[in-house]
C-alpha cells in the first residue's frame, strides 16, 4: 500500500498598487527553500483603476482555480495586497479556508500618499475611506486566523508609517528604508517565516 505524501503547505502572496507577482521573486525564493508551496498572484489591473473589492474577487477565483476545493493556505499581502487580502477574508468567505494571515506594510489606517492617486484604489486607501470603515467594522472576524502585521517607521508610502499596523494579531516592526524594499530585506522574510511557523 502506497503511503500518502503530505503537501507542503501553500502560501499564496498578494502584491501591491503598480506591482506584478514578479516583486516576490526573492520572498519565493526563500519560502520555497524553506519547503513551503508558493503561489502569487497577478492582480489587472493593478493600478488602482479598479476598486479593491474587485481585486479580492480576483484573488478568490485565483484560489478556486489553483488550490483543491477545501484547502486550507496562509495568505501574505504587501501594500495594498493587504486591504485585498483582507477584503477576501472579511467579506469573500476567506476566512473559512485561510489558517494565517500576514500583511506587511498595508495601509490599514489608510496613507495621506492616496490623496496623490484619484483612481477608483487609490481613494478607497485613503484615511477614513468608506472602504477602510468597513474592514475596521468586520476586523473582529480576523480573530479566527494568526494574523501578523510587519511595518517600517521609515516607511514613506505608507504615510503615517503606523497605519501599516492592524491593531489585532502580532505585529513587528522593522527597520528597512525604502516601502519596496520590505520584501526582499532580510529581517522581514525572517518575520514572515516566523509568523508562518
Known amino acids: 500500500m502506497k503511503s500518502k505524501v503530505k503537501k507542503s503547505r501553500a502560501v499564496v502572496l498578494v502584491h ?6 514578479r516583486v516576490f521573486a526573492r520572498m519565493r525564493q526563500w519560502l520555497e527553500a524553506r519547503g513551503f508551496r508558493v503561489l502569487a498572484v ?9 476598486g479593491l473589492e474587485q481585486l479580492a474577487g480576483q484573488l478568490r ?5 489553483e488550490l483543491e476545493a477545501g484547502e486550507t493556505f496562509d495568505l501574505v499581502g504587501f501594500s495594498m495586497g493587504g486591504l485585498v487580502s483582507r477584503y477576501y477574508v472579511q467579506r469573500l468567505g476567506g476566512v473559512e479556508r485561510v489558517e494565517r494571515l500576514i500583511t506587511i506594510s498595508s495601509p490599514h489606517q489608510g496613507t495621506y500618499c ?10 478607497q486607501m ?12 468586520g476586523v473582529s472576524l480576523l480573530e479566527r486566523l494568526k494574523v501578523t502585521s510587519i ?3 521609515l516607511d514613506l508610502m505608507i504615510v503615517p508609517a503606523w497605519s501599516s499596523r492592524l491593531g489585532i494579531g502580532d505585529e513587528y516592526r522593522v527597520v528597512v528604508g525604502l516601502h519596496a524594499w520590505m520584501v526582499r530585506s532580510k529581517r522581514c522574510l525572517e518575520e514572515v ?5
Open 16 to 21: 501591491g498598487i503598480w506591482d506584478t507577482s
Open 126 to 137: 485613503r484615511p477614513g475611506s468608506a472602504f477602510l470603515a468597513e474592514l475596521h467594522h
Open 61 to 65: 477565483a485565483f484560489v478556486e482555480r
Open 193 to 197: 517565516e516566523r509568523a508562518l511557523g
Open 114 to 123: 492616496a490623496y496623490l492617486n484619484g483612481t477608483p484604489a487609490g481613494r
Open 151 to 153: 511595518w517600517t517607521p
Open 42 to 50: 497577478d492582480l489587472v489591473p493593478s493600478d488602482g483603476a479598479v
